[in-house]
């Protein structure tokens, strides 16, 4: 099975604008969750999408948005770019058995506000 | 809420040496355990987990056992080599939580 797969793997942008980051899980995967990995602040849960519908977030701003479609592969959009939204944004697929949540990740996208 | 702790690092090893890397846990309920590798320039690829008390998860000569007692997933390899030179991170997902939690990441370089 092809494993998850993000484009871009990487992005400048400045101040102000606004990114669309994509995300395609592994097939047969209905969950997809997002991570911003940063040098100070670690690994920081964003959001998780479960058919098509948001059912986690974390503690992010509201300019940190996602979605997904029916295939099951989602965008993140973050609007209004700041330095600080500089990272490695990370999705990630999971297959969920019963009570155990295995998560996938994939190689990220590297985005740089300048 | 849920947290993980890792040793800080950075551990720095010759090759063939014995590699050990705390991690303990705080969880409400009772919570999945994995490692998680990450190679430069790379994402996070899952090393190994395990699902319940005194369960041993392994993989690529890495071992670590679930304690429930001591709530701690302690990462081992008994001789590690230079290409296993990385940031392991120690993470858990709760029973029907939608994220993992991770630790802050230990970067080991095995010299030769």
Same mark, same amino acid.
């Given at each position: 099975?092809?494993?998850?797969?993000?484009?871009?793997?990487?992005?400048?942008?400045?101040?102000?604008?606004?990114?669309?980051?994509?995300?395609?899980?592994?097939?047969?995967?209905?969950?997809?969750?997002?991570?911003?990995?940063?040098?100070?602040?670690?690994?920081?849960?964003?959001?998780?999408?479960?058919?098509?519908?948001?059912?986690?977030?974390?503690?992010?701003?509201?300019?940190?948005?996602?979605?997904?479609?029916?295939?099951?592969?989602?965008?993140?959009?973050?609007?209004?770019?700041?330095?600080?939204?500089?990272?490695?944004?990370?999705?990630?697929?999971?297959?969920?058995?019963?009570?155990? *949540?295995?998560?996938?990740?994939?190689?990220?996208?590297?985005?740089?506000?300048? | 809420?849920?947290?993980?702790?890792?040793?800080?690092?950075?551990?720095?090893?010759?090759?063939?040496?014995?590699?050990?890397?705390?991690?303990?846990?705080?969880?409400?309920?009772?919570?999945?355990?994995?490692?998680?590798?990450?190679?430069?320039?790379?994402?996070?690829?899952?090393?190994?987990?395990?699902?319940?008390?005194?369960?041993?998860?392994?993989? *690529?000569?890495?071992?670590?056992?679930?304690?429930?007692?001591?709530?701690?997933?302690?990462?081992?390899?008994?001789?590690?080599?230079?290409?296993?030179?990385?940031?392991?991170?120690?993470?858990?997902?709760?029973?029907?939580?939608?994220?993992?939690?991770?630790?802050?990441?230990?970067?080991?370089?095995?010299?030769?």
């Amino acid at each position: 099975k092809a494993g998850v797969t993000q484009t871009p793997r990487y992005l400048i942008k400045t101040r102000g604008q606004q990114v669309t980051l994509s995300c395609s899980p592994i097939s047969g995967h209905r969950s997809v969750s997002w991570y911003q990995q940063t040098p100070g602040q670690g690994l920081q849960f964003l959001f998780e999408y479960f058919s098509e519908t948001q059912r986690n977030k974390g503690n992010f701003p509201g300019r940190f948005s996602g979605r997904q479609f029916s295939n099951s592969r989602s965008e993140m959009n973050v609007s209004t770019l700041e330095l600080g939204d500089s990272a490695l944004y990370l999705c990630a697929s999971s297959l969920e058995q019963g009570s155990l *949540k295995t998560q996938y990740f994939g190689p990220g996208t590297r985005l740089l506000v300048l | 809420g849920d947290s993980v702790t890792q040793m800080e690092g950075p551990v720095t090893l010759s090759e063939e040496a014995f590699l050990t890397i705390n991690c303990t846990y705080t969880a409400t309920g009772y919570p999945s355990l994995f490692w998680y590798v990450q190679y430069p320039g790379e994402g996070l690829q899952l090393l190994l987990k395990a699902t319940k008390a005194d369960d041993k998860g392994s993989n *690529k000569g890495f071992e670590a056992t679930y304690r429930k007692e001591t709530t701690s997933f302690h990462l081992e390899k008994g001789s590690v080599q230079v290409s296993d030179s990385a940031v392991y991170f120690c993470a858990l997902v709760n029973t029907n939580a939608g994220k993992s939690t991770f630790g802050d990441g230990t970067t080991l370089t095995v010299k030769p």
